[in-house]
């Protein structure tokens, strides 16, 4: 076992009481997900979509990573192989728990991106009341978060490591959404062993090789000291 890729959703981050998308309190003031999380819907209502990821953003300096992202981060510091972590997660408690070889294919809270000159730059406050962008000045900035219809980034570095893997771990989420749903498929294809780590049985059980059931802060733990122990 010297390759691992772990791909974590909502569920990591939910212990750590940042609601996930599609659980029974994964509504925000009434709103489904795609009524926010699109370009459309930026298009039709910005005040209303800049308002949902403010008050996301502000969310979290009340909140931090709990045992199953600091176990992540041990695996990280002493596995002496390849190793990746992608997270769906926009938050920042990977990184705070001390990951570093870590991904967001989903964007980030903490950054914002300018639709005029393509600036990225990181981002702590409100994007509502359009701000400049610290570039080009414009007030165009959006969340740096990608919407449905858009392109997950480091998809290129997100395959090429799916590839070369022995291991993929998938934690915390629901399998609803793609190309994640699909690494499982992608990391069977390259002879990978496959386990899933989830609260419940996701839509994409059935594909794992195994499958252990429970909370991440439990599950992630026990899972970190078997790798290490070897
Ligand atoms: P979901 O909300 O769809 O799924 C979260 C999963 O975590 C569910 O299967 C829960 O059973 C599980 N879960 C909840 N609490 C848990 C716990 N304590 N321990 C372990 N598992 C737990 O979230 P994602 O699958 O991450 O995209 O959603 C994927 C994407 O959909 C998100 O990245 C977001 C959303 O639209 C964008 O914003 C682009």
Not at 22 to 42: C, K, N
Not at 82 to 98: A, K
Not at 152 to 168: K, N, Q, S, T, V
């Amino acid at each position: 076992m010297d390759n691992i890729v772990i791909l974590t959703g909502a569920g990591i981050s939910a212990e750590s009481g940042v609601p996930t998308f599609r659980g029974p309190d994964g509504l925000w003031e009434g709103h489904r997900v795609e009524d926010v999380a699109t370009p459309e819907a930026f298009d039709r209502d910005p005040v209303l979509v800049q308002r949902f990821y403010d008050a996301r953003r502000a969310a979290l300096a009340t909140v931090a990573p709990n045992a199953a992202h600091r176990a992540l981060a041990r695996l990280d510091a002493a596995w002496p192989g390849d190793l990746l972590i992608v997270t769906q997660n926009v938050d920042d408690l990977h990184e705070r728990g001390g990951a570093k070889r870590l991904l967001h294919m989903h964007g980030e809270l903490r950054r914002a991106l300018c639709t005029g000159c393509g600036a990225a730059p990181a981002w702590d406050g409100d994007l509502s009341g359009d701000p400049p962008c610290p570039r080009c000045r414009q007030p165009r900035l959006r969340p740096d978060i990608v919407w449905f219809g858009e392109m997950p980034y480091h998809m290129d570095a997100i395959e090429a490591a799916i590839a070369g893997c022995d291991l993929f771990v998938s934690i915390g989420t629901s399998g609803a959404v793609y190309p994640a749903a699909n690494f499982v498929r992608w990391a069977e294809a390259s002879g990978a062993a496959t386990l899933e780590l989830n609260l419940e049985p996701s839509a994409g059980t059935p594909l794992f090789d195994s499958a252990r059931h429970g909370p991440a802060s439990l599950l992630v733990p026990a899972l970190v000291a078997e790798l290490l122990a070897g």
